[in-house]
């Protein structure tokens, strides 16, 4: 196995309160919710892991993604690959941080991200509270196309995940996208699917930018 370690140097912002307590303001939050779907979309039941290591992907564009979001975090990761695998070679791609631990700012974005987007109340609400639902739904699609196994056809969009909360996140994601979405049992996980043809170009269009969340 072939080990390959670095730093990314950024410089350390402060994270940005919301004057409420327990909730993240809504650049933060946007961030938090973003990295912590990274993060499920590989989280494995049962799987024992280094108390460093915050996840470890197949993507480098998805381990690039969730290092530039703990940055903006205040959470810079060191970042190892390690290249692995006998007759058929393999990259793995982990992110560590100095502390043990997932960092709770990533589990309360979680928790406030999936309660925006699954709130029925938030139905006809105000157009700032709709586009802020609508940038986390990007937000959790854009993880879930970095990070998840893609399941691309002619006639679906596809995503294959384990999380059964992160599944219910990405179909109302969908919806308030203003495209359809299904969950249907594969072996070992879900797959979450939205329709080909204008529904697949609308989740690959408003997922393929970050965009910031409106007060």
Same mark, same amino acid.
């Given at each position: 196995?072939?080990? *390959?370690?670095?730093?990314?140097?950024?410089?350390?912002?402060p994270?940005?309160?919301?004057?409420?307590?327990?909730?993240?303001?809504?650049?933060?939050?946007?961030?938090?919710?973003?990295?912590?779907?990274?993060?499920?979309?590989?989280?494995?039941?049962? +799987?024992?892991?280094?108390?460093?290591?915050?996840?470890?992907?197949? !993507?480098?564009?998805?381990a690039?993604?969730?290092?530039?979001?703990?940055?903006r975090?205040?959470?810079? &990761?060191?970042?190892?690959?390690?290249?692995?695998?006998?007759?058929?070679?393999?990259?793995?791609?982990?992110?560590?941080?100095?502390?043990?631990?997932?960092?709770? +700012?990533? !589990?309360?974005?979680?928790?406030?991200?999936?309660?925006?987007?699954?709130?029925?109340?938030?139905?006809? %609400? *105000?157009?700032?509270?709709? &586009?802020?639902?609508?940038?986390?739904?990007?937000? %959790?699609?854009?993880?879930?196309?970095?990070?998840?196994?893609?399941?691309v056809?002619?006639?679906?969009?596809?995503?294959?995940?384990?999380?059964?909360e992160? %599944?219910? +996140?990405?179909?109302?994601?969908a919806?308030?996208?203003?495209?359809?979405? *299904?969950?249907?049992?594969? *072996?070992?996980?879900?797959?979450?699917? +939205?329709?080909?043809?204008?529904?697949?170009? /609308?989740?690959? /269009? /408003? !997922?393929?930018?970050?965009?910031?969340?409106?007060?």
């Open positions: 196995m072939v080990w *390959s370690t670095g730093a990314y140097a950024f410089t350390r912002p994270l940005r309160p919301s004057g409420r307590a327990n909730l993240l303001d809504r650049t933060s939050l946007a961030d938090a919710f973003e990295a912590a779907c990274l993060i499920r979309c590989i989280q494995v039941e049962g +799987v024992r892991q280094p108390a460093t290591l915050v996840a470890e992907f197949s !993507s480098e564009a998805a690039t993604r969730l290092a530039e979001l703990l940055v975090l205040g959470m810079p &990761a060191r970042p190892e690959r390690i290249t692995a695998g006998v007759r058929r070679r393999y990259e793995l791609h982990r992110l560590h941080l100095t502390d043990p631990g997932q960092p709770a +700012v990533l !589990s309360m974005g979680w928790r406030q991200g999936r309660t925006a987007l699954l709130d029925p109340a938030a139905i006809g %609400a *105000s157009a700032p509270r709709n &586009a802020r639902r609508q940038a986390l739904a990007a937000a %959790a699609w854009r993880a879930a196309l970095l990070a998840a196994g893609r399941h056809r002619t006639t679906i969009l596809g995503v294959r995940i384990r999380d059964t992160l %599944a219910a +996140v990405l179909v109302r994601g919806q308030v996208l203003g495209s359809p979405a *299904s969950v249907a049992p594969r *072996s070992g996980c879900l797959l979450v699917t +939205v329709p080909g043809g204008p529904d697949k170009d /609308r989740i690959l /269009r /408003r !997922s393929a930018q970050p965009t910031a969340l409106v007060s």
